[in-house]
T-cell receptor, first 114, second 114 residues
Framework: DAGVIQSPRHEVTEMGQEVTLRCKPI?????LFWYRQTMMRGLELLIYFNNNVPIDDSGMPEDRFSAKMPNASFSTLKIQPSEPRDSAVYFC????????????FGPGTRLTVL | GESVGLHLPTLSVQEGDNSIINCAYSNSASDYFIWYKQESGKGPQFIIDIRSNMDKRQGQRVTVLLNKTVKHLSLQIAATQPGDSAVYFC?????????????FGTGTQLKVEL
């Protein structure tokens, strides 16, 4: 099992540019989560999907952030326009659902906005 | 200017000693708890979990204890090794009606001294 796959692993961009982060969950997992980790705020849930449908996006900071899950094996988190305060490590996680609550995390994307 | 980040509690132990990492949770409706280990530059890695109908669960070299009366969770690591050095996070999930969200603590830095 390849685990949760994220790309790119590192992204450096300039303020105002669009950034797209990608995630492939573990095959067969029905839930997908996007988190952001910073020194200031720790690990924060941004949004999560169940069967490709967004369930809770209350953690999305503002309209500059959007997430999609067009199919069961792919999700994107987009920031447009990016700002320096968006610099963080973004993690994707997935879980089977049902009676299983264990979330498995990807390696993360380290985003730096200059 | 100087950035102010979360102050992570640090636990320093000698190699071979047992480690105990503590976590206080706030939601009495939480019915699932999980411990993650995060090494530098990596995503959180699942260690062990426990449901609220249990008060103890053991894994390989790790034990999780749950005290619902005082809303306290602990992770015990036996015979701590240098490879155990990492940040450890506890997380909780609210029961029915809370969705599938995990709420993470701020983490504890474990340092293993040789």
């Amino acid at each position: 099992d390849a685990g949760v796959i994220q790309s790119p692993r590192h992204e450096v961009t300039e303020m105002g540019q669009e950034v797209t982060l990608r995630c492939k969950p573990i095959s067969g997992h029905d839930y997908l989560f996007w988190y952001r980790q910073t020194m200031m705020r720790g690990l924060e849930l941004l949004i999560y999907f169940n069967n490709n449908v967004p369930i809770d996006d209350s953690g999305m900071p503002e309209d500059r952030f959007s997430a999609k899950m067009p199919n069961a094996s792919f999700s994107t988190l987009k920031i447009q326009p990016s700002e320096p305060r968006d610099s963080a490590v973004y993690f994707c996680a997935s879980t089977e659902g049902g009676n299983t609550d264990t979330q498995y995390f990807g390696p993360g994307t380290r985003l730096t906005v200059l | 200017g100087e950035s102010v980040g979360l102050h992570l509690p640090t636990l320093s132990v000698q190699e071979g000693d047992n480690s105990i990492i503590n976590c206080a949770y706030s939601n009495s409706a939480s019915d699932y708890f999980i411990w993650y280990k995060q090494e530098s530059g990596k995503g959180p890695q699942f260690i062990i979990d426990i449901r609220s109908n249990m008060d103890k669960r053991q894994g390989q070299r790790v034990t999780v204890l749950l005290n619902k009366t005082v809303k306290h969770l602990s992770l015990q690591i036996a015979a701590t090794q240098p490879g155990d050095s990492a940040v450890y996070f506890c997380a909780e999930k609210e029961g029915a009606g809370g969705g599938n969200k995990l709420t993470f603590g701020t983490g504890t830095q474990l340092k293993v001294e040789l």
